[in-house]
């Protein structure tokens, strides 16, 4: 069964930085490509970014592309997200999950975890 601590998230005012983290267990998370997406009270799940297994291949959304970094440990079992230059539209719950690339899509699979606010104010 997995099991996954997502930490990291909080209030922020604009322009600010917060890092997230996935650490997951009951898995082998190497086996994965793995990724954030996030949902807003009212909106629809948006796709934040993508990391292949090795880390040698990332995906970002248009809307945090140049400002959020991807990247993951595989001997932790740890994905993170660095978030820079956040702003107000940024405040969601983000998860972390499986993702796939097919055809230069990108889709991701059900949360692992129960997520993580991030509240950016203006």
């Known amino acids: 069964q997995v099991q996954v601590v997502e930490s990291g998230g909080g209030l922020v005012q604009a322009g600010g930085s917060l890092r997230l983290s996935c650490t997951a267990s009951?898995?082998?998370?190497?086996?994965?490509?793995m990724g954030w997406f996030r949902q807003a009270p009212g909106k629809e799940r948006e796709g934040v970014s993508c990391?292949?297994?090795?880390?040698?291949?990332?995906y970002y959304a248009n809307s945090v592309k140049g400002r959020f970094t991807i990247s993951r440990d595989n001997a932790k079992n740890t994905l993170y997200l660095q978030m820079n230059s956040l702003k107000p539209e940024d405040t969601a719950m983000y998860y972390c999950?499986?993702?796939?690339?097919?055809?230069?899509?990108?889709?991701w699979g059900p949360g692992w975890g129960h997520g993580t606010q991030v509240t950016v104010s203006s």
């Open positions: 999950a499986p993702c796939i690339e097919y055809a230069n899509e990108y889709g």
């Open positions: 009951g898995v082998n998370f190497d086996d994965y490509s």
């Open positions: 990391i292949s297994v090795s880390g040698g291949t990332t």
